[in-house]
T-cell receptor, first 112, second 114 residues
Framework: AQSVTQPDIHITVSEGASLELRCNYS??????LFWYVQSPGQGLQLLLK??????LVQGIKGFEAEFKRSQSSFNLRKPSVHWSDAAEYFC??????????FGDGTTLTVKP | NAGVTQTPKFQVLKTGQSMTLQCAQD?????MYWYRQDPGMGLRLIYY???????DKGEVPNGYNVSRLNKREFSLRLESAAPSQTSVYFC?????????????FGPGTRLTVL
């Protein structure tokens, strides 16, 4: 069975600092990987996705993620965090059959 | 376009009461989903509908029923609410249950069962 692990429950960074959110997955076939963001009181919104090709994918709001098959990871990065990035972030894996498995989420706090 | 809408936004129930959560989408998507979100547990799939006229159980279906009324609408019913069903409920859609499709989410319904 597939699984997604986000090792960090909560991360705090200063505004303007760089950010990396970790995501590890377990799946026996080619994974289809997504990062979603959930602002307070809102539903989830897609940031970026990977399913083939270049292992570094660009998303909205200046985010990027790198797929590393050897490490079973799909970490999300941003070079300079803005206060509006404070939110909860979810990594998601889709199987070949389209079944989605979400991680437990990482809450990002941004200090002024 | 409204995207995915959910009603109500908030609800408080007493144990044993029933209610229906409504979801509608104007994205012309085939597939619709109901998730619950609990602190520290990510999103867990309750039921989904791959297309109009079909529904299937997800990871945590006990205590819930669903109806795919038409292509646009997918409702979730709690027949006899229990405190364990206190959660945030999200409806989501995609154009088909295919690996590379992302899902589009509604704003959620926050349900408290006393």
């Amino acid at each position: 069975a597939q699984s997604v692990t986000q090792p960090d429950i909560h991360i705090t960074v200063s505004e303007g600092a760089s950010l990396e959110l970790r995501c590890n997955y377990s799946y026996g076939a080619t994974p289809y990987l997504f990062w979603y963001v959930q602002s307070p009181g809102q539903g989830l919104q897609l940031l970026l996705k990977y399913f083939s090709g270049d292992t570094l994918v660009q998303g909205i709001k200046g985010f990027e993620a790198e797929f590393k098959r050897s490490q079973s990871s799909f970490n999300l990065r941003k070079p300079s965090v803005h206060w509006s990035d404070a939110a909860e972030y979810f990594c998601c894996l889709n199987t070949n059959a389209g079944k989605s498995t979400f991680g437990d989420g990482t809450t990002l706090t941004v200090k002024p | 376009n409204a995207g995915v809408t959910q009603t109500p936004k908030f609800q408080v129930l007493k144990t044993g009461q029933s209610m229906t959560l409504q979801c509608a989408q104007d994205m012309n998507h085939n597939s619709m989903y109901w998730y619950r979100q609990d602190p520290g547990m990510g999103l867990r799939l309750i039921y989904y509908s791959a297309s109009e006229g079909t529904t299937d159980k997800g990871e945590v279906p006990n205590g819930y029923n669903v109806s795919r009324l038409n292509k646009r609408e997918f409702s979730l019913r709690l027949e006899s609410a229990a405190p364990s069903q206190t959660s945030v409920y999200f409806c989501a859609t995609d154009s088909g249950r295919i690996a590379y499709n992302e899902q589009f989410f509604g704003p959620g319904t926050r349900l408290t069962v006393l």
